[in-house]
């Protein structure tokens, strides 16, 4: 099973994490993104979007680091990491959401602007960065994980671009939860790290 | 099963389609919108972040239209709209993100800023439309339905702000793989419409 990867991705971290946390074996494959390897064949046929992570496991090729996470949840049967309970099961689904959405397009985009010179409204990124991490932080001073009483991909999905944040220019200074959680994450069994985190 | 629901809010007419086409019943609760009773208790208590759709189903409650469409798939056991196969259960997430992220950011902030008022960037909308309706288009070229031969709840989640998207000014006459799958969507035995579909 190969991993399209770039180290300083995000989006490619909550892969390797995941598969860290979840005792999964990942064939990484670096992609040279500064040349836009990612953006021509052969990897623009494995992923029409351009984008990167992208994983190849025989015939299925997935392109969304979100649903990439619930491939290997599903494959290799860690159901503790996403329960098949429909109740259970949509909790984490919601944080798969918020990652996609909100955390994409706050403190993801943020610091895409700072590190990496990206073209985005970095006043938006901020303002969409104070919406969402309020949000986190309260839901966070309630519960020890975000959707279940226990690690789930949800934090693989959420944590990487949160603690990112301050790359981004975004202080979790405000947010006492969402550090005491990050505090927890990094403290558990098998437990991988990537640069700035 | 309690749909806390606007009837003009594409993310809560993901859930009513769903449920129409997959003959699950839903018990729909008016929310007053311009009120604001959704930024306020009782339902602010329901969901933090507040938002409708809200489901409520004895002690589950979800924030989050595509967990919706999860919970449902999965408690009423329409494996048809959402299987349990690791691989096809990952093709129809991606379109979840898609939905969260791309559809709701483009497609439907556009209709957000024409249709309600809100005050957010209409440039920035456009440009992500125009980003995303032609991947939408080109993959629909290649295949009949998003996610797998048959329609899945990624067609839910990614119809509504797609065939709502003139009504934030951004015309689908470019599109034509994107309208054949419209009118494929409309032709599916109970169909339910919404005003501007």
New interface residues.
């Given amino acids: 099973m190969k991993l399209y990867d770039l180290e300083l991705s995000g989006n490619c971290y909550k892969v390797r994490l995941f598969a860290s946390l979840a005792g999964i074996p990942l064939d990484i494959e670096a992609v040279d993104f500064l040349d836009g390897e990612h953006k021509r064949p052969p990897l623009i046929e494995l992923n ?2 351009g984008e990167i992570p992208i994983l190849v ?1 025989g015939k ?1 090729v ?3 680091s ?3 996470l ?2 290997l949840a ?2 290799y049967e860690k159901e503790a990491w996403l329960p ?1 309970d ?2 259970q ?3 984490v ?2 944080w ?3 990652a ?2 909100e955390v ?2 706050g403190p993801n985009a943020a610091r895409l602007v700072d590190k990496f010179g990206y073209a985005i ?1 970095k006043a ?1 990124t901020l303002h969409r960065s104070a919406h969402i991490l309020p ?1 986190i932080d ?2 966070l001073s309630r519960h020890h994980w975000l959707a279940l009483d226990r690690p789930t991909i949800a934090e693989c999905a959420v944590f990487p671009y949160v603690a990112l944040a301050p790359e981004g220019g975004v202080s979790l200074e405000p947010y006492p939860h969402i550090r005491q959680w990050i505090n927890r994450i990094k403290e558990l069994p098998d437990f991988l790290p990537m640069p700035g985190v």
Same sequence: chains 1, 2.
């Fill in positions: 029409l979007w496991d299925v997935l392109r969304d979100q649903a990439i619930v491939y599903t494959r098949r429909p109740a099961m949509a909790e689904v919601q798969l959401s918020t996609a959405n994409q397009n409204d938006d949000l309260t839901h």
